[in-house]
């Protein structure tokens, strides 16, 4: 089973409104990263957060992360109807060497116009 | 820079044959892994590539396997298909791993087994 477990599974905003997803996992991490993903399309990185970082913004998107929760946040402010997609998070377990991703289940995201 | 690029895009194929997909990372990426993306099991780990050498594999049966060339260029491969790889195969890159390191995901490959 996935690792991740992302909360709302859907969420449904208007332009202009905020939206925040939730991401939880189970081991200790190196590194918690966020993607999106258009309709079947490749994933996007949006944003890594290591674990000994709190917060991480870049232009519209706010992270935060709390390891002794084992959690994460994705705030995207100022919605657009470009948002609309589905996001995972993915984390980087500690103990596992080089690369290897476990994504959460996603949320999808509709920002309608 | 050109991202990384994956080909076929589109395959269609019967259940027992084989199937090849190919991966080409970004240039001067060394670390290439694959992912499998299923509606029903999500995106799941299959194998990571590392100058040449596997260095992560995933919880998948030994009809699923891969290689890297020198150059970094990535194939996997799926003999005796089943209806069930039906799926998005997905290769990412990156510098030298996830380890701090962001994924940069290709466009991905849809197989459809018959």
């Known amino acids: 089973s996935q690792q991740g477990e992302e909360d709302p599974q859907a969420l449904s905003i208007q332009e202009g409104e905020n939206a925040t997803m939730n991401c939880s996992y189970k081991?200790?991490?190196?590194?918690l990263q966020w993607y999106r993903q258009n309709s079947g399309r490749g994933l996007v990185h949006l944003i890594l957060i290591r674990s000994n970082e709190r917060e991480k913004h870049s232009g519209r998107l706010r992270v935060t992360l709390d390891t002794s929760k084992k959690s994460s946040s994705l705030l995207i402010t100022a919605s657009r109807a470009a948002d609309t997609a589905s996001y995972f998070c993915a984390t980087d377990a500690r103990e596992t060497s080089g690369s290897r991703l476990t994504f959460g289940e996603g949320t999808q995201l509709t920002v309608n116009p | 820079k050109a991202g990384v690029t994956q080909t076929p895009r589109y395959l269609i194929k019967t259940r027992g044959q084989q199937v090849t997909l190919s991966c080409s990372p970004i240039s001067g990426h060394r670390s290439v892994s694959w992912y499998q993306q299923t509606p029903g099991q999500g995106l799941q780990f299959l194998f990571e590539?590392?100058?040449?050498?596997?260095?992560n594999k995933g919880n998948f049966p030994g009809r699923f396997s891969g290689r890297q060339f020198s150059n970094s260029r990535s194939e996997m491969n799926v003999s005796t298909l089943e209806l069930g790889d039906s799926a998005l195969y997905l290769c990412a890159s990156s510098l030298e791993g996830s380890r701090g390191y962001e994924q940069y995901f290709g466009p991905g490959t849809r197989l459809t087994v018959t």
């Open positions: 081991t200790s991490i190196n590194n």
């Open positions: 590539y590392f100058s040449e050498t596997q260095r």
